[in-house]
């Protein structure tokens, strides 16, 4: 039997998983991620208490796949530019093949989530998703009859990074109104606290003392109680969303939009007027193809299927 290793680097922790030939993951792990000097010595470390875990020997690893953040050219193996990890031209593949010899291939970690929810996840009964994740940035992946499209050298799909309000809130990639400036979590709680600090009798503060210290958590449960201040903000935010949502429905016309991150999970109080929203304003409306909108299956697990799909599903 053939085995691999499926890798998704985050911020703060590395995920891993074991697969066999058979599309079953046997065994995860985690571990904190440390600057990049040190992650190439982790991986293999770790690698071997996987193989060591289920009496394996590497003899038998077959291929690696690894989801990195940032801008990632998988033709070279190399990341040219990761701002979370702060890493810059690193040639993760050629250092890790100087410890293991064997077939290994990386992308951007949200290109290989889509991937993952394409192949094991909701995706797997279309042909063409999108794949969008809703957490501190927004990322996403495209997958095309099965092909991730990566654009020129890795640096595409950045749809966290299409405007959509013109001269709009300055985002920290150094234009003004990105979509992930008004979209991603990280735009929502900072737009709660805003309207907090404006709204003294907000059920807001019941949940924080100061703003600053309001999270997802908190907002949320005033959410649940009809607090009329969260209420107008979330459906602010349901409107950003939906319209940058609308832009990649008309661009590339997906059989589905999956969405991922912790927010995608408030179930029908966000999946329902999201999805209405975007029924009216796709081009062609309801004349036209639908677009459906699901929620991400796989969740935190989506990066390390992915890792594995890129050793076994791409040509």
Same mark, same amino acid.
């Given at each position: 039997? %053939? ?11 590395? +995920?891993?998983?074991? $697969?066999? =030939? ?28 996987? *193989?060591?875990? +289920?009496?394996?020997?590497? =003899? =038998?690893? %077959? ?5 990195? @953040? ?10 040219? &530019? ?11 593949? +050629? ?7 064997? *077939? ?15 192949? *094991?996840?909701?995706? +797997?009964?279309? !042909? ?71 709204? @003294?009798?907000?059920?807001?503060? %019941? &949940? ?10 908190? $907002? $949320? ?12 903000? $979330? ?7 939906? =319209? ?9 016309? @997906? ?9 995608? &999970? ?6 329902? @007027? ?24 796989? !969740? ?12 076994? %599903?791409?040509?």
């Amino acid at each position: 039997m %053939k085995y691999y290793v499926g890798i998704d680097v985050g911020g703060t922790s590395v +995920k891993m998983g074991l $697969f066999n =030939d058979k599309d079953e993951l046997l065994e995860r792990i985690s571990f904190n991620t440390r600057t990049v000097e040190y992650i190439v010595d982790d991986i293999y470390e770790n690698i071997n208490k996987l *193989f060591a875990s +289920k009496n394996l020997l590497l =003899d =038998d690893l %077959k291929g690696i796949g690894i989801g990195f @953040p940032g801008h990632v050219d998988g033709s070279t193996g190399t990341v040219v &530019y990761s701002n979370n990890l702060v890493a810059h031209n690193f040639e993760i593949v +050629k250092l890790l093949k100087q410890k293991i010899d064997t *077939f290994i291939r990386i992308s951007n970690d949200a290109n290989v989530a889509a991937l993952g929810e394409y192949h *094991f996840g909701r995706g +797997k009964e279309f !042909k063409n998703i999108v794949f969008v994740t809703l957490g501190t940035g927004i990322g996403g992946g495209i997958i095309i009859d099965g092909h991730m499209l990566e654009g020129k050298n890795g640096a595409g799909a950045e749809i966290g990074h299409m405007v959509i309000s013109t001269n709009g809130q300055l985002c920290s990639c150094g234009r003004r109104g990105c979509f992930e400036t008004y979209a991603s979590a990280t735009a929502l709680i900072r737009n709660a606290r805003v309207a907090m600090i404006n709204n @003294p009798t907000s059920l807001l503060w %019941k &949940y924080a003392k100061k703003p600053e210290d309001l999270d997802g958590m908190g $907002f $949320f449960d005033a959410l649940a109680e009809n607090d009329k201040v969260a209420t107008i903000v $979330f459906e602010q935010y349901i409107e950003d969303l939906a =319209d940058g949502l609308t832009n990649l429905a008309n661009i590339f016309r @997906p059989d589905a939009i999956i969405l991922g991150g912790g927010i995608s &999970y408030r179930g029908d109080s966000l999946m329902e @007027p999201l999805q209405n929203r975007l029924a009216k304003m796709i081009y062609g409306g309801q004349w036209n193809a639908r677009v459906e909108l699901m929620v991400s299956t796989l !969740k935190n697990d989506a990066g390390i299927y992915g890792a594995y799909a890129m050793c076994t %599903k791409l040509k």
